[in-house]
């Protein structure tokens, strides 16, 4: 079971939250074919994707992920709402480069290059919120820590982690994100420090049989914390026929017209599963006539 908790010290000036996503990065391997290095780079941002979803304080918020680089992996697109539910896509999962000799690990930052990362929040309003930042390292981590900094002035500290085993399957895939709140004091952002200094990598610490409660602990050891929240999380499309065919009348009366014209039918692939819906001429002749009124 994939699961997210979110918690707050005694202080009230340091929140954290730690993801278990094993499965969740799994299954979207499975499902977009992801080679080993794109399993990772995907694994990183849905799992930074499904703990800040759940800062959203409307049951209709929504919040996109979206990192564009030169690299090889093209774009990475991750979304989702507050229901623990989160969804993402590449534009090319079969990119992959070689391990990285200087630490032996995936080398993430290669295949994403350079580029922006863009955060979208639809908070209901009028206009979406919109923040965007060049990438820093391309490691993803420490792209969303200068979002953070940057963006929302919210000094933060985020460890993400997703280990492939050698037939490609995810073997663990994990994360965290600490914030310091307004007022922080010195002495507790002195004990950050010291405390992730000389930490674990997510993943190394989730291959000793860390969990959610345990990571937490390590990054905020010498804190009294509580545990705010405990939620069940997966990867979930939540796409359907209704929305595909609102999709198509999006596109107007001349353009489905076009469509029945040249091909009598059309064929709508999902991004985010792969989930393929057609539609024949009966289909496009009936939305054809909704477009028109």
Do not use: W
């Amino acid at each position: 079971m994939d699961y997210i908790i979110r918690a707050i010290n005694k202080e009230k000036d340091v929140k954290i939250q730690v993801a278990i996503t094993t499965g969740i990065v799994e299954n979207a391997r499975k499902i977009h074919g992801l080679s080993k290095t794109s399993s990772a780079a995907l694994g990183r941002v849905l799992t930074a994707g499904v703990m800040m979803t759940d800062d959203l304080k409307n049951k209709e918020d929504s919040l996109t992920i979206n990192i564009r680089g030169d690299g090889s992996i093209g774009r990475i697109i991750v979304t989702g709402k507050n229901d623990g539910k989160i969804k993402g896509y590449v534009d090319h999962p079969e990119a992959d480069v070689d391990i990285r000799e200087s630490d032996n690990k995936l080398d993430v930052s290669k295949i994403i290059g350079n580029g922006t990362l863009t955060i979208v929040k639809d908070l209901g309003l009028k206009e979406p919120y919109t923040g965007q930042v060049p990438l820093v390292s391309g490691e993803v981590a420490e792209d969303l820590a200068n979002y953070f900094y940057t963006s929302d002035q919210i000094p933060s500290v985020v460890g993400l982690g997703v280990l492939v085993d050698r037939d490609y399957s995810v073997k663990r895939a994990g994360g965290f994100i600490l914030q310091l709140m307004p007022g922080a004091s010195e002495e507790t952002i002195s004990r950050i420090e010291e405390n992730i200094k000389d930490i674990k990598s997510v993943t190394e610490m989730m291959e000793e049989n860390y969990d959610a409660k345990d990571i937490m602990n390590r990054v905020m050891d010498g804190f009294e914390m509580t545990i705010l929240e405990k939620k069940e999380i997966e990867y979930k499309c939540d796409c359907s026929r209704e929305k595909i065919k609102d999709a198509i009348l999006s596109l107007g009366t001349d353009e489905i017209n076009s469509i029945l014209k040249e091909d009598k039918e059309t064929e709508v692939k999902c991004y985010f599963c792969n989930e393929s819906y057609k539609f024949n001429e009966e289909d496009l002749e009936e939305l054809l006539e909704i477009s028109k009124n």
